[in-house]
């Protein structure tokens, strides 16, 4: 019989389970050739502006299959509304059953996400860092900062948003996390007094300069998602030392890398490879790492299959 479970259910068997680790086993098995994940299925809106996203796949010989729809309508806070929405629905491999529909409202993609860059921050950040820079001001932005708790020591957080309303409430709430913030209106110097440095906005062209970026800097990218959106100057992918993608045929179409078609092969590798251990990802306290995000259909599934064994302990 097919369970159907709302974010309250969903939420509390979340905090029984290691998320950053059930993702990290996603990318590993992604990045290792076990999966299959078709290509992103996408609705764009004009009028109001949004998008759905449709991710589906599974790993060969494991026993489900996920399908999510998740939507992000930017006009959304105006009524009072979140601006992301959607759900998640767990199938049997072997016969096509529905087991789980998640009726999480988007969330579970919003925490998918933050885990995935937790999971960056912990494989590729410098051991020294003094200042977080936060590029963004909504859920995601949030999220990102609570996940990056449990993963690096530092406290001190500059952010940026382009509505200083929003900005203010956005450091209201990470104070309640826990962290020392500071709005900053440049976000050039947001970047340049940064060592890790996380954008979450739906951007289309670069939020700050490439040489405003310091030696020994990890980026996280988790805003281009899309055809069109870009957060870093893609001058920043030509001069970094080493550029992780979530998944390269991904990233290629839809994220940062998508903006720098000159991208040296051999200075891309995916994030599984460097979970595995497969690639040793940073090399020294100096290199300039980014990580281009766009949320692969394994983080789905292994977030799904982790509320599922919540529900059943």
Same mark, same amino acid.
């Given at each position: ?197 996380? =954008?979450? #906005? *739906?951007?289309?062209? +670069? ?5 405003? $970026? !310091? ?5 996280? &990218? @988790? ?60 090399? =020294?306290? #100096? *290199?300039?790492?980014? +990580? ?5 259909? $394994? !983080? ?5 299959? &982790? @509320? ?6």
């Amino acid at each position: 019989m097919t369970r159907v479970v709302r974010w309250d259910e969903i939420d509390s068997a979340l905090a029984r389970v290691d998320v950053v680790a059930e993702i990290e086993r996603g990318f590993v098995a992604y990045s290792r050739g076990e999966c299959v994940v078709p290509p992103v299925g996408e609705l764009i809106f004009d009028e109001p502006p949004g998008e759905v996203h449709i991710k589906y796949g599974y790993v060969r010989g494991e026993e489900h299959y996920v399908v999510k729809v998740a939507s992000g309508f930017y006009g959304n806070a105006k009524l009072g509304l979140p601006s992301g929405q959607g759900m998640m629905i767990l199938f049997r491999q072997a016969t096509g059953e529905p087991v789980l529909v998640l009726l999480d409202e988007g969330r579970l993609t919003d925490e998918r996400t933050a885990a995935a860059g937790a999971a960056a921050a912990r494989l590729l950040a410098p051991p020294e860092i003094e200042a977080i820079g936060i590029f963004g001001t909504g859920i995601q932005a949030r999220l990102q900062l609570a996940y990056l708790r449990d993963v690096v020591a530092c406290r001190r957080v500059l952010a940026w948003g382009r509505n200083a309303d929003r900005l203010a409430v956005y450091a209201r709430d990470a104070r309640e996390l826990g962290f020392d913030v500071e709005e900053v209106s440049d976000p050039d110097r947001v970047a340049r007094e940064s060592q890790l440095i996380v =954008t979450t #906005t *739906a951007a289309k062209a +670069a939020l700050f300069g490439s040489d405003t $970026v !310091q030696r020994g800097t990890h980026v996280t &990218a @988790v805003g281009s998602d899309t055809p069109g959106k870009q957060e870093l100057p893609s001058q920043l992918l030509g001069r970094a030392d080493l550029v992780v993608a979530d998944s390269l045929a991904q990233c290629r179409e839809r994220g940062e890398i998508a903006s720098a078609p000159e991208l040296s092969e051999d200075r891309v590798v995916e994030l599984g490879h460097v979970a595995a251990g497969d690639h040793p990802g940073r090399t =020294t306290n #100096t *290199a300039v790492t980014v +990580a281009d995000l766009t949320g692969v259909a $394994v !983080q789905d599934l292994r977030i799904a299959e &982790a @509320v599922l064994r919540g529900l059943i302990d």
